[in-house]
């Protein structure tokens, strides 16, 4: 997530071992569960490299799947919210936008990332459907690597597109949630769509 191993990149398992300060076998290990999560590619005789970087064509696709399944996610929200799940989610939108200092752009991102996937995270919580929650939350993890490549400001514009989200949810209106979610993702994909001209 940090991008200390580029996109591509090889990763020798001995030398990771020797760095870290432990055997190879939990190396291995987590290299196979990342694997599993499409962060770490296979390739017999050869080893474990990062996983290359998102072409246009999966950018795309992702973005086409977190349109079908978030704004409904927002909708199924909004109808089951609390004032407690509420007051939960305003936290963790607080705390994406005035959390602690950032050491550089790069943590400053990290964090922001962190927070923006608990954020949406929350939001499936409260939906309270685990298939779309468990299912948008392996895809996070590449989207947030991809943004951290090439758009490591944390823009505004995403913060207000969580409070238009917030105030759909505080009216209790599962149509404007639902409609809040599919702005706020077609305005994502359309700012780090630049990524590829």
Request: a negative charge; glycine letters at 6%; zero cysteines.
């Amino acid at each position: 997530m940090a991008l200390e191993i580029a996109p591509g990149s090889r990763i020798p398992i001995d030398v990771l071992a020797r760095e870290i300060g432990v055997s190879q076998t939990p190396v291995r290990e987590a290299l196979t569960r990342l694997e599993r999560e499409g962060l770490v590619r296979k390739e017999h005789l050869i080893g474990y490299s990062a996983a290359p970087q998102w072409t246009r064509k999966q950018f795309e696709d992702l973005y086409a799947f977190r349109l079908l399944l978030e704004p409904e996610g927002a909708r199924l929200a909004a109808q089951n919210m609390t004032p407690t799940a509420l007051r939960d989610l305003e936290a963790v939108a607080a705390d994406m936008e005035h959390g602690e200092g950032p050491v550089d752009r790069t943590t400053r991102y990290s964090r922001f990332a962190r927070a923006d996937a608990h954020f949406h995270d929350e939001i499936l919580k409260i939906a309270g459907n685990e298939v779309i929650r468990s299912t948008l939350s392996g895809q996070h993890v590449h989207l947030h690597i991809f943004r951290l490549m090439f758009n490591t400001r944390v823009t505004q514009e995403a913060l207000e597109e969580h409070e238009s989200l917030l105030d759909a949810f505080r009216a209790g209106d599962p149509r404007a949630a639902m409609d809040a979610m599919r702005e706020h993702v077609e305005r994502s994909r359309d700012r780090l769509l630049m990524a590829f001209e």
